[in-house]
């Protein structure tokens, strides 16, 4: 379609038309097909990694370089984290079922995460990404993501803390491997719950996490073990936190009855960050996270060369295409978190907002 036909086309034709054609673009450069050969040498190598970390384990033995190795166990079990989340958006296999059952079992067996858990509360944040009162990565929780929660948070040691939480956020990340574990028992034991396999999931689970601890405390003094077990879950909790956070956090937060089209609500509020190969393998591909966004069942490997076609197509459109660098980034959600409160009282005073406006 032409930029004159567009011009004529009604608003919501044109909007349409916008996602489509990037869609044909990406399509026909071959992006969207599986890239199962790099998946399966994914796997392979973290697997080894894995059970590497766990030989040098008991080799060592009673020794606190154990530590060294309970950080980079917490790096590899975040890559597994990785894996089932490309898995569970279908971007390894054809075969629904066989994605559905490689996230159970890499997220299950060797990162003790419930993949039925994440899928659906994982779906909600991509169908409206921040999106007020639906997005669950912006509700109601120990950090105050929108104007509203803080404005219920103003009084004793939640109003001190809310004015501290950018700082404190990284920090508290380090529990968040804790609380990814405890919820993802929850949800496997709710009994209400229509999720397939949800026992399975539940025994994958919990065998991963109890047979963990039983090892440290079978193997090491219980120092050591306590010790072992609080880093591990530390820097799992961190480097995937980190990874996520960046994405969304201190974009423009998008009213509940506010109507976007699937190209501006995707990429208006998504941040891409510059980096390298270490910076993809770190982030699990996270950094493109436009890209994600856009197309989610792209393979991972695929989306640093969508992203120039992504932005080209954004820039030529008038859509605005964030990315920054990794620190940058940080920073904007730092300072974003800690004066939240100050800011967007009125949800439609943003750069979203007033560019719809325009």
């Known amino acids: ?14 909007y349409v ?11 026909g450069q071959g992006l969207l097909e599986r890239e199962q050969v790099y998946y399966w040498m994914q796997i392979g190598v973290h697997v080894a990694a894995f059970f590497a970390i766990w030989a040098g384990f008991f080799l060592l033995g009673n020794s606190w370089f154990q530590l ?18 490309d898995a569970a958006h279908r971007q390894m296999f054809k075969s629904a079922k066989w994605n559905s059952w490689t996230a159970r079992v890499l997220a299950g067996a060797f990162a003790g995460l419930s993949f039925a858990w994440w899928r659906g509360k994982h779906n909600m944040h991509h ?67 229509a999720q397939p396999w949800r026992r399975v999931e539940l025994f994958l689970v919990v065998a991963r996490l109890t047979s963990f601890v039983a090892i440290l405390l079978l193997f090491l003094p219980l120092g050591k073990a306590v010790a072992f077990f609080a880093i591990q879950m530390a820097v799992f909790g961190f480097c ?60 991972r490997c695929n989306l640093k060369k969508a992203r120039p076609i992504v932005r080209s197509y954004c820039e030529r459109e008038g859509v605005d295409y964030m990315e920054v660098g990794l620190f940058h980034s940080y920073a ?13 009282r009125d949800p439609f005073d943003c750069p979203l907002a007033a560019q719809l406006r325009g």
């Open 127 to 193: 169908k409206g990404p921040n999106v007020e009162g639906y997005d669950p990565d912006i509700g109601p929780g120990a950090i105050a993501f929108t104007p509203g929660i803080v404005a219920q948070r103003t009084e004793g040691f939640a109003g001190w803390f809310v004015k501290r939480q950018g700082w404190l956020f990284f920090p508290l990340l380090t529990l968040e491997g804790l609380n990814l574990h405890a919820e993802s028992i929850r949800a496997a034991r709710d009994k209400e719950s």
């Open 1 to 14: 379609m032409t930029q004159e036909a567009r011009v004529d086309a009604s608003p919501n034709e044109r």
């Open 240 to 299: 995937l936190g980190a990874s996520f956070a960046p994405a969304h956090k201190g974009m423009p937060i998008v009213p509940p009855d506010m109507k976007l089209d699937f190209l501006r609500r995707q990429v208006m509020v998504s941040r891409n960050v510059r980096g390298n190969p270490l910076t993809d393998w770190a982030m699990g591909g996270l950094n493109y996270q436009i890209e994600h966004h856009l197309f989610p069942s792209m393979p």
């Open 68 to 85: 060294i190795l309970a950080a980079a166990l917490g790096i590899i079990v975040t890559q597994f984290g990785f894996l089932g989340h």
């Open 17 to 27: 038309s916008l996602f489509s054609e990037l869609l044909k673009d990406v399509r």
């Open 332 to 344: 904007i959600v730092v300072d974003y978190l800690n004066n939240v409160g100050l800011r967007a």
